[in-house]
């Protein structure tokens, strides 16, 4: 069973920038969409960010212009780069993909943007 591990996440101010990271325990390069959710609290999980290996993204309406995703299949990681965060972006945010009809999943890595 492959492993992901997100990391990256933490408090931060309104106006803020976190870097969120997920390090997979195996090559990604044969995983064509890889994605970044979020889950607040008491909310359903929803897609963030995704990314495919021709380098095409998709973003949530409300993270255009302010996140950017990216992978590297060297390294087996993938990245979310949050720019000017709200107190809306408060949610646990997982790595995931679904690869031959399973899913995967990180432990996921909490990001609270509060004063």
């Known amino acids: 069973q492959v492993q992901l591990v997100e990391s990256g996440g933490g408090l931060v101010q309104p106006g803020g920038s976190l870097r969120l990271s997920c390090v997979a325990s195996?090559?990604?390069?044969?995983?064509?969409?890889m994605g970044w959710y979020r889950q607040g609290p008491g909310l359903e999980r929803v897609l963030v960010a995704d990314?495919?290996?021709?380098?095409?993204?998709n973003y949530l309406d409300s993270v255009k212009g302010r996140f950017v995703i990216s992978r590297d299949n060297a390294k087996n990681s993938m990245y979310l780069q949050m720019n000017n965060l709200k107190p809306e972006d408060t949610a646990v945010y997982y790595c995931?993909?679904?690869?031959?009809?399973?899913?995967?999943w990180g432990q996921g890595t909490q990001v609270t943007v509060s004063s």
């Open positions: 995931g993909f679904s690869y031959i009809l399973k899913e995967y």
């Open positions: 195996r090559t990604i390069s044969d995983v064509n969409v």
């Open positions: 990314i495919n290996n021709a380098g095409d993204t």
